[in-house]
């Protein structure tokens, strides 16, 4: 299935036959066109640090190791050539770091400064080793723990790619606590990262947002049986509009798996048994999430397609068994 960031850079299209892929995309370069999608949510978004009156020195920021003699060091393990300093953007900021550039300038300007360690950092997500990395038991933003974490296992200063449900965190976040916590992550990443790229946070929205004073709406299974598809996209456009309030950029759905074998403990999860019906569905929840895919009115979120061909038909039921 083509990611919607694939979509966002021109590698797809959609037309009244679905969505077809065009080309194969360079994944790193697809990670970097959804990252800078990424913007604070509504709560705390005028105290955040202006893109354009940042700098990276050459020695890293205090605290840090210097990471010229990393890139070496990285690039003789490797073979690799090491990264270089790109051309700065207006005003002697990174280009990577000036919105008015157009995606592919940024992407290829970040992409020429970043090191091996740092672009695997990039497909890294963190979720259930919140509490060991980045939360306090109460799931409050803890930043001394963050802060020892940006060395050792986890090597946080290196960037990291998605945090997984911040709003599981401490055993469940409201609305309004999870969009103070995804705020203190974001600014944490953007301060203490050798480059400042910001993380991705996702959700899961099977059938509205599984969170805490998210709303919940009838079960895929249901809506299938509708065969409304402009409901289904009006119903996931809330959802939509509920998860990036709190500070989510991606939703874990739709699932677009075809249910041939009704012991498969997970049939309610689709749309129905008819390969049609559910490609309908399935793109009526694509837009409803990423409405006309430019993410600039901060109400949309990034759209999963999952879960595998023939998942939907396993063997005797059973979840994740030979289809």
Same mark, same amino acid.
């Given at each position: 299935?083509?990611?919607?960031?694939?979509?966002?850079?021109?590698?797809?299209?959609?037309?009244?036959?679905?969505?077809?892929?065009?080309?194969?995309?360079?994944?790193?370069?697809?990670?970097?066109?959804?990252?800078?999608?990424?913007?604070?949510?509504?709560?705390?978004?005028?105290?955040?640090?202006?893109?354009?009156?940042?700098?990276?020195?050459?020695?890293?920021?205090?605290?840090?190791?210097?990471?010229?003699?990393?890139?070496?060091?990285? $690039? *003789?393990?490797? &073979?690799?050539?090491? +990264?270089?300093?790109? /051309?700065? #953007?207006?005003?002697?900021? @990174?280009?990577?770091?000036?919105?008015?550039?157009?995606?592919?300038?940024?992407?290829?300007?970040?992409?020429?400064?970043?090191?091996?360690?740092?672009?695997?950092?990039?497909?890294?997500?963190?979720?259930?080793?919140?509490?060991?990395?980045?939360?306090?038991?109460?799931?409050?933003?803890?930043?001394?723990?963050?802060?020892?974490?940006?060395?050792?296992?986890?090597?946080?200063?290196?960037?990291?790619?998605?945090?997984?449900?911040?709003?599981?965190?401490?055993?469940?976040?409201?609305?309004?606590?999870?969009?103070?916590?995804?705020?203190?992550?974001?600014?944490?990443?953007?301060?203490?990262?050798?480059?400042?790229?910001?993380?991705?946070?996702?959700?899961?929205?099977?059938?509205?947002? $599984? *969170?805490?004073? &998210?709303?919940?709406? +009838?079960?895929?299974? /249901?809506? #299938?049986?509708?065969?409304? @598809?402009?409901?289904?996209?009006?119903?996931?456009?809330?959802?939509?509009?509920?998860?990036?309030?709190?500070?989510?950029?991606?939703?874990?759905?739709?699932?677009?798996?075809?249910?041939?074998?009704?012991?498969?403990?997970?049939?309610?999860?689709?749309?129905?048994?008819?390969?049609?019906?559910?490609?309908?569905?399935?793109?009526?929840?694509?837009?409803?999430?990423?409405?006309?895919?430019?993410?600039?009115?901060?109400?949309?979120?990034?759209?999963?397609?999952?879960?595998?061909?023939?998942?939907?038909?396993?063997?005797?039921?059973?979840?994740?068994?030979?289809?």
């Amino acid at each position: 299935m083509p990611s919607p960031c694939a979509a966002r850079a021109g590698w797809v299209t959609e037309g009244e036959e679905g969505i077809r892929p065009k080309s194969l995309p360079f994944s790193i370069k697809s990670i970097f066109y959804c990252l800078f999608l990424v913007q604070p949510t509504r709560l705390e978004r005028t105290k955040w640090p202006s893109f354009a009156s940042e700098t990276i020195s050459p020695q890293g920021k205090a605290g840090m190791t210097p990471a010229i003699g990393k890139k070496k060091q990285s $690039a *003789a393990r490797t &073979g690799m050539k090491a +990264p270089g300093k790109a /051309a700065p #953007g207006p005003g002697g900021a @990174p280009a990577y770091k000036n919105p008015s550039l157009p995606s592919a300038r940024r992407v290829k300007d970040l992409l020429g400064r970043m090191t091996l360690e740092e672009k695997a950092a990039q497909m890294l997500c963190i979720w259930q080793e919140k509490a060991q990395t980045l939360v306090d038991d109460k799931g409050n933003f803890d930043v001394a723990k963050a802060k020892k974490n940006l060395r050792g296992p986890y090597a946080l200063a290196r960037g990291l790619g998605q945090v997984g449900r911040p709003s599981d965190a401490g055993g469940g976040r409201t609305a309004r606590q999870m969009a103070e916590l995804t705020n203190a992550i974001q600014k944490f990443f953007l301060e203490n990262s050798r480059l400042g790229i910001p993380v991705i946070f996702h959700e899961e929205c099977l059938h509205g947002h $599984a *969170a805490p004073e &998210g709303t919940s709406f +009838p079960q895929p299974i /249901a809506l #299938g049986g509708t065969f409304n @598809p402009n409901l289904v996209e009006e119903l996931f456009s809330m959802t939509a509009l509920e998860a990036r309030s709190r500070g989510a950029h991606h939703a874990l759905t739709p699932v677009v798996d075809v249910a041939r074998e009704p012991r498969w403990g997970r049939v309610e999860e689709t749309y129905g048994e008819d390969p049609f019906l559910v490609s309908r569905m399935g793109i009526a929840a694509v837009k409803g999430f990423q409405g006309n895919a430019t993410f600039k009115d901060k109400t949309r979120v990034l759209a999963t397609l999952k879960h595998f061909v023939g998942h939907g038909q396993p063997e005797s039921g059973m979840n994740c068994a030979p289809a």
